[in-house]
């Protein structure tokens, strides 16, 4: 098994440009996470996505951030434009999301992409 | 909302030793808690978890302790091993809401050999 895929692995951007960071979850996974990780917050929920469906997105910091999964191999997280503070890495992760209560929640996370905007 | 607290944010230990990291959390209706661990340059990896209906849980040299009434939750690592030594995060959440997992700020947990 691959694994959740990111890419790219890191960017380095000017402020003003927009950036586009990808993931590609596990096979037969049905629920896609993206998380930023910086060093004063820690690993913050930006949205989370069931069935290629945004459930919540009341993590994302403001309208420059948006997130699509147009299919269920493949979901994308943009800034536009970009801000020096949201240098970070950006994580995705995926979970097989299975219904119930005995839902492991287990987070299967990529590397990470880490995202320096100057 | 959950808020998780998580200490320490730092620990060093010879190796050989019981490294011990502890978590707190607000919400008590929250009964799924997992542990995972970031090395440097990975995401984070789930190593342990433990639900509410149980107190204690033990992989090997992990084991993770669980007191609802309290409300914290600890990690125990024993005979530490360099191997050892990543950041380590706690969680909560409700089963079943994934997207409700809070993490800890992390411990950056270091093995001196």
């Known amino acids: 098994d691959a694994g959740v895929i990111q890419s790219p692995r890191h960017e380095v951007t000017e402020m003003g440009q927009e950036v586009t960071l990808r993931c590609k979850p596990i096979s037969g996974h049905n629920s896609l996470f993206w998380y930023r990780q910086t060093m004063m917050r820690g690993l913050e929920l930006l949205i989370y996505f069931n069935n290629n469906v945004p459930i919540d997105d009341s993590g994302m910091p403001e309208d420059r951030f948006s997130a699509k999964m147009p299919n269920a191999s493949f979901s994308t997280l943009k800034i536009q434009p970009s801000e020096p503070r949201d240098s970070a890495v950006y994580f995705c992760?995926?979970?097989?999301?299975?219904?119930?209560?005995?839902?492991?929640?287990?987070?299967?996370f990529g590397e990470g992409s880490r995202l320096t905007v100057l | 909302g959950e808020n998780v607290e998580q200490h320490p944010s730092t620990l060093s230990v010879q190796e050989g030793d019981s490294a011990v990291i502890k978590c707190t959390y607000s919400d008590s209706a929250s009964n799924y808690f997992p542990w995972y661990k970031q090395e440097l340059g990975k995401g984070p990896q789930l190593i342990i978890d433990?639900?509410?209906?149980?107190g204690e849980k033990k992989d090997q040299r992990i084991a993770v302790t669980l007191n609802k009434t309290a409300k914290h939750f600890s990690l125990h690592i024993t005979e530490t091993q360099p191997e050892d030594s990543a950041v380590y995060f706690c969680?909560?959440?409700?089963?079943?809401?994934?997207?409700?997992?809070?993490f800890g700020k992390g411990t950056k947990l270091s093995v001196k050999p």
């Open positions: 969680a909560a959440s409700k089963e079943g809401s994934q997207g409700n997992l809070i």
């Open positions: 433990i639900r509410s209906n149980v």
């Open positions: 992760a995926s979970s097989s999301g299975l219904a119930g209560p005995r839902n492991t929640g287990e987070l299967f």
